[in-house]
């Protein structure tokens, strides 16, 4: 079988016994270097790709994906409107909702909140809501118009000190005029549920209640506007650009990713210098290849001169110095790979392991997650170890082509 001559060299300088002991040994360390740091890369990159989609899911399930809102103040016209959304083929649902910011008083408490009016029957299209729901049957139950009942999230009645059954003021912030002057507007509700979706901002500053109770209350004769559901959330900015020519100028369309903005920015940072930081870890312990080189090739210099005398070109010693270099990178990333894909898919059962020695790492009274989320996304393992084999080959070289430009006299002068 035809095999090329720098590349059985390089091979067997790879796999033979060293006389210098510490030339292997800091091969080893650059193998192990390689492995930790592409392990570490993709171990971080899919913990954090989990907390991305964990938080996303939250996030849309009590968020609309899109949203169709009139330019003025109310949207009176929004069964036309929803019924022209809704033949937009991945649109699935829509559903109005008022909405407004108010200051809740409970037990001496007060705090501002944002209340969102909608009708139970048609609130099940856009949002998981129902399902969020404790101490309390279904929306249909809670949510009766004319009653005045509301559903306050889990932290929001927290903070309040209210529990099902007890009375909380809403104080609108526009002010009525009377004998005595401007009045604030206010109306007490009937706390009918709670709910949690485990996204602080929803859970401590929205409270729900019935569209038509909400519309009184704001002084609206319409909707503020229409909630959507997109079959595919990670489409919305297309589809919203789509729905925006359906609709015409007199409605202004959104999406979740737009209303969210901050947050998904804010990770995107996060992820690219969690993988900068942990990068270093990768080009440390691929540049340990030059030292191992650097030595190797002091070492065979006499085996190098023999090569050039039998007619080895500087090319050919170039390529058997990139051989072992390059296998030393290679073999410590598909160590890494390996390593990193078996720990990231296992890392609900390794964090609760480290949990018993440093006590709990995720507290879900913080982050609502009671369990270490873990998505394992190809591309990006693809890129990591892309980006590892790189660097080795990289770092090989310089100390290869050190190599090519030995010279047969001096090298052999001494021997």
Same mark, same amino acid.
């Given at each position: ?268 940072? *996060? ?7 942990? !990068?270093? %870890?990768?080009?440390?312990?691929? #540049? +340990? /290849? $030059? ?73 879900? *009274? ?7 989320? !873990?998505? %394992?996304?190809?591309?990006?393992? #693809? +890129? /990591? $170890? ?30």
């Amino acid at each position: 079988m035809f095999q090329p001559y720098p590349l059985f060299i390089g091979l067997r300088y790879t796999r033979a016994k060293r006389r210098n002991h510490f030339i292997s040994f800091i091969s080893l360390i650059s193998i192990v270097g390689i492995a930790l740091g592409v392990t570490a890369l993709i171990t971080v990159t899919s913990v954090m790709n989990g907390f991305e989609k964990e938080m996303t899911e939250r996030i849309v399930g009590a968020s609309s994906h899109a949203t169709v809102m009139g330019l003025g103040e109310s949207m009176d016209d929004w069964e036309s409107v929803a019924n022209e959304v809704s033949q937009h083929p991945e649109v699935l649902g829509a559903a109005p909702y008022v909405e407004g910011q108010v200051m809740l008083v409970h037990n001496g408490r007060s705090t501002g909140s944002l209340i969102r009016g909608i009708l139970p029957s048609q609130e099940g299209k856009v949002s998981e809501l129902n399902d969020k729901l404790e101490r309390t049957e279904s929306l249909n139950v809670a949510l009766v118009p004319g009653e005045f009942g509301m559903l306050l999230g889990s932290d929001l009645a927290g903070y309040l000190g209210a529990i099902v059954g007890d009375k909380v003021t809403v104080i609108t912030p526009e002010a009525s005029v009377t004998p005595m002057g401007f009045v604030p507007r206010l109306k007490r509700f009937t706390v009918t549920g709670i709910f949690r979706f485990g996204m602080y901002q929803f859970d401590r500053n929205l409270a729900v209640m019935h569209a038509e109770d909400s519309a009184k209350l704001l002084k609206q004769d319409g909707v503020t506007g229409v909630r959507l559901k997109l079959a595919n959330t990670r489409r919305a900015p297309l589809v919203t650009n789509d729905l925006r020519q359906s609709v015409g100028m007199n409605y202004y369309v959104t999406d979740w990713t737009q209303q969210n903005a901050n947050y998904f920015l804010a990770v995107k940072m *996060e992820k690219t210098m969690m993988f900068i930081i942990l !990068s270093l %870890i990768v080009a440390v312990a691929a #540049f +340990n /290849i $030059v030292s191992t080189l650097v030595m190797m090739v002091q070492d065979k210099q006499a085996d190098i001169a023999i090569l050039r005398t039998q007619g080895a070109s500087p090319k050919a010693v170039m390529m058997t110095f990139l051989v072992q270099g390059t296998l030393i990178g290679l073999v410590g990333t598909i160590v890494g790979f390996f390593g990193g894909v078996a720990l990231a898919s296992n890392i609900d059962i390794v964090v609760p392991f480290i949990e018993r020695f440093t006590g709990p790492v995720l507290n879900p *009274e913080v982050y609502y997650i009671d369990k270490m989320p !873990s998505d %394992i996304r190809w591309p990006s393992v #693809f +890129n /990591i $170890v892309m980006m590892s084999f790189c660097l080795s080959v990289l770092a090989t070289l310089y100390p290869a082509w050190r190599a090519s430009q030995t010279d047969p006299a001096s090298a052999l002068s001494y021997e």
